[in-house]
């Protein structure tokens, strides 16, 4: 079983403070990806990530993929009150996705 | 409209009854999913289906059962639900790839008193 350790596991920051998660694994993924949840809603994906080393933005989010594929990060700049949520990232292998357990990020105004 | 339903949204219901949540898609998948969510264990996997003949369990599927009536159906029972089954379960789709995006629906939550 392919497992992804996720951290933190909660956050709480101010707004205008950025922050750091981390999805780590000791398996290689052919691709990485990130959902947002909301209260009450399922998970929406953010970016999907697919090769080693690669960077990609999205507005103040950073997504990185490792350069062995084994781990990624998501890095918010002046995070804001809409940003707050669960996030969750999800391996990708040739058979099945796996989830981490998620970062629940709380951003105060 | 929604591409991925699920019915019912909420659900109180009692131990030892049976209980089925439905989910439907208009994505065109093959690929479907469910998934229960509990507080920090994020979303543990219960069945699979990749089309409608191919069946799978996932890593926690005892007490649960599943049946894909069609490509945009696919519902999940609880035979005797019992309260540690309490939780928010997930419907998804996904394209042919593991690698492409899936697709949640808006969640059921099951309370087992």
């Known amino acids: 079983t392919q497992l992804l350790e996720q951290s933190p596991q909660f956050l709480s920051i101010q707004e205008g403070e950025n922050l750091t998660v981390y999805c780590n694994s000791s398996s290689v993924f052919s691709s990485l990806q990130w959902y947002r949840q909301e209260p009450g809603e399922g998970p929406v994906l953010l970016v999907t990530?697919?090769?080693?080393?690669e960077v990609k933005k999205l507005k103040r989010l950073t997504f990185q993929f490792g350069d062995a594929r084994k781990d990624s990060s998501l890095h918010i700049t002046a995070a804001q009150p809409g940003d707050t949520g669960l996030y969750l990232c999800?391996?990708?292998?040739?058979?099945?996705?796996?989830f981490g357990r998620g970062t629940s990020l709380i951003v105060h105004p | 409209d929604a591409d991925v339903t699920q019915t019912p949204r909420n659900r109180i219901t009692k131990t030892g009854k049976r209980i089925m949540l439905e989910c439907s898609q208009t994505?065109?998948?093959?690929?479907m999913y469910w998934y229960r969510q509990d507080p920090g264990l994020g979303l543990r996997l219960i069945y699979y289906?990749?089309?409608?003949?191919?069946?799978n369990k996932g890593e926690i599927s005892d007490g649960y059962s599943v049946s894909r009536q069609a490509q945009a159906k696919f519902s999940l029972s609880l035979e005797s639900a019992i309260p540690n089954q309490t939780a928010l379960y997930f419907c998804a789709t996904q394209g042919p790839y593991s690698t492409d995006t899936q697709y949640f629906g808006p969640g059921t939550r099951l309370t087992v008193l």
């Open positions: 289906s990749f089309d409608v003949k191919d069946i």
């Open positions: 999800a391996g990708g292998s040739s058979y099945i996705p796996t």
């Open positions: 990530v697919v090769t080693g080393g």
């Open positions: 994505k065109g998948h093959d690929r």
